[in-house]
């Protein structure tokens, strides 16, 4: 089973609650897992409401006044003491490590000295624990999302009154596809950036599926567009492994070498799905650099106009390519220093390849003080299990 959540007017985490809730999973099942965590004085309601005509589902998580500032480990500590499945607190733990690491960029401290306001709070860890619960529940694999649309003005925080988005949302998004309205109020909040941003596995169009159910998850506010969340499940359609791609290049042989680094960086947060530099001889014997961006065909004016102004060149080659891809699928394994996601490569449903993914290797190898290359094979091996 896969998902899309279309995220025309946003997303928070009572949105995606009530989306899954809409979609099908009871209630009564939800409040059951979010029982095991150590929380005490909280109620999730669900109720049917409607928003600019269109009916969905308002689910809230009411609590009493709080005032507790938890940092990161705080609430690593609360999830780790819930009986819950590895598919549910490995990425539930992750949409908090995130949120740390943005607030630390944000604030200009390190992730240990960081303590958590808002997304701290009770209703704000049950949120996002109770995101992860249902999404297992259901069945669902694998989830995509559209482009998320940030809104404008201003929120008041505990930290004083903020430009919308807010700045942890914006670190959540680097990378992500996002555009600026329709509204002035805050349509992505940093709980839903930090669910939507750890779940998909990509962000666009609605990949082909056999529509199966479909669930609005309503915001509190009311606003001038429906303020919903359209959750859709269903399975794969059968997709080609063959796609058509463009492929901008260019000869450079007057820049500065230290700045192909962040060209590239630049280039991969617009969305180029590769980005690889050749070392070339050009006229002269001048020695150069061939740039190559691999890139969806609406993308080019997007990154040609990237090169142009990052780059020292004055022209760029377009051609259309083939790529071949083999089908691929995510899937997190769990190894004796924690848990490492694993991209699962397959032709003709054979597995032939395993890779898993850097960052987690990385992560706990510092943590846990080990080679990298050890947590590696050991994510690798649990994955051919």
């Given at each position: 089973?896969?998902?899309?959540?279309?995220?025309?007017?946003?997303?928070?985490?009572?949105?995606?609650?009530?989306?899954?809730?809409?979609?099908?999973?009871?209630?009564q099942?939800?409040?059951?897992?979010?029982?095991?965590?150590?929380?005490s004085?909280?109620?999730?309601?669900?109720e049917?409401?409607?928003?600019?005509?269109?009916?969905?589902?308002?689910?809230?998580?009411?609590?009493?006044?709080?005032?507790?500032?938890?940092?990161?480990?705080?609430?690593?500590?609360?999830?780790?003491?819930?009986?819950?499945?590895?598919?549910?607190?490995?990425?539930a733990?992750?949409?908090?490590?995130?949120l740390?690491?943005?607030?630390?960029?944000?604030?200009?401290?390190?992730?240990?000295?960081?303590?958590?306001?808002e997304?701290?709070?009770?209703?704000?860890?049950?949120?996002?624990?109770?995101?992860?619960?249902?999404?297992h529940r259901?069945?669902?694999?694998?989830?995509?999302?559209?482009?998320?649309?940030?809104?404008?003005?201003?929120?008041?925080?505990?930290?004083?009154?903020?430009?919308?988005?807010?700045?942890?949302?914006v670190e959540?998004?680097?990378?992500?596809?996002?555009?600026?309205?329709?509204?002035?109020?805050?349509?992505?909040?940093?709980?839903?950036?930090?669910?939507v941003?750890?779940?998909?596995?990509?962000?666009?169009?609605?990949?082909?599926?056999?529509?199966?159910?479909?669930?609005?998850?309503?915001?509190?506010?009311?606003?001038?567009?429906?303020?919903l969340l359209?959750?859709?499940?269903?399975?794969?359609?059968?997709?080609?492994?063959?796609q058509?791609?463009?492929?901008?290049?260019?000869?450079?042989?007057?820049?500065?070498?230290?700045?192909?680094?962040?060209?590239?960086e630049?280039?991969?947060?617009?969305?180029a799905?590769?980005?690889y530099?050749?070392?070339?001889?050009?006229?002269k014997?001048?020695?150069?650099?061939?740039?190559?961006?691999l890139?969806?065909?609406?993308l080019?004016?997007?990154?040609?106009?990237?090169l142009?102004?990052?780059?020292?060149?004055?022209g760029?080659?377009?051609a259309?390519v083939?790529?071949?891809?083999?089908e691929?699928?995510?899937?997190e394994?769990?190894?004796?220093?924690?848990?490492?996601?694993?991209?699962?490569?397959?032709?003709?449903?054979?597995?032939?390849?395993?890779?898993?993914?850097y960052?987690?290797?990385?992560?706990?190898?510092?943590?846990?003080?080990?080679?990298?290359?050890?947590?590696?094979?050991?994510?690798?091996?649990?994955?051919?299990?």
């Open positions: 089973m896969i998902a899309y959540l279309d995220c025309f007017s946003g997303i928070s985490g009572d949105m995606v609650l009530g989306a899954l809730v809409d979609a099908g999973l009871a209630i099942d939800l409040r059951a897992d979010l029982a095991k965590l150590p929380l004085s909280y109620e999730v309601t669900a049917r409401v409607t928003k600019g005509g269109i009916a969905g589902t308002l689910v809230e998580v009411k609590t009493g006044r709080e005032h507790a500032h938890r940092g990161l480990e705080d609430i690593l500590e609360i999830i780790g003491k819930a009986d819950l499945p590895a598919e549910v607190s490995g990425p733990r992750r949409a908090f490590e995130r740390a690491e943005a607030e630390a960029s944000v604030h200009g401290r390190s992730v240990e000295e960081i303590h958590f306001h997304v701290g709070a009770v209703d704000a860890i049950v949120d996002i624990v109770g995101a992860f619960c249902g999404l259901l069945g669902i694999e694998e989830v995509y999302a559209s482009p998320l649309p940030l809104g404008g003005g201003w929120v008041d925080t505990a930290h004083g009154r903020l430009p919308v988005p807010a700045p942890a949302t959540l998004l680097r990378g992500v596809p996002s555009y600026g309205g329709p509204v002035e109020a805050e349509l992505v909040t940093p709980t839903g950036a930090a669910i941003t750890t779940a998909a596995e990509a962000f666009g169009p609605m990949p082909p599926m056999t529509i199966r159910a479909i669930g609005w998850g309503a915001g509190k506010r009311d606003l001038s567009h429906p303020n359209r959750l859709f499940l269903g399975e794969p359609a059968v997709r080609p492994l063959e058509q791609l463009s492929l901008i290049e260019t000869n450079v042989d007057n820049m500065n070498p230290e700045l192909f680094g962040h060209v590239m630049v280039l991969f947060e617009a969305g799905l590769d980005v530099y050749t070392p070339i001889v050009m006229k014997s001048r020695p150069a650099t061939l740039v190559s961006v890139a969806e065909p609406p080019v004016d997007t990154l040609s106009e990237i142009f102004r990052e780059t020292t060149t004055l760029l080659r377009v259309e083939s790529r071949r891809c083999l691929r699928e995510w899937r394994v769990e190894t004796e220093w924690g848990p490492v996601r694993v991209k699962i490569g397959r032709l003709n449903g054979e597995v032939v390849n395993i890779a898993p993914e960052e987690d290797c990385s992560r706990l190898a510092k943590e846990k003080g080990v080679p990298a290359k050890v947590v590696w094979e050991a994510a690798r091996e649990a994955a051919g299990e």
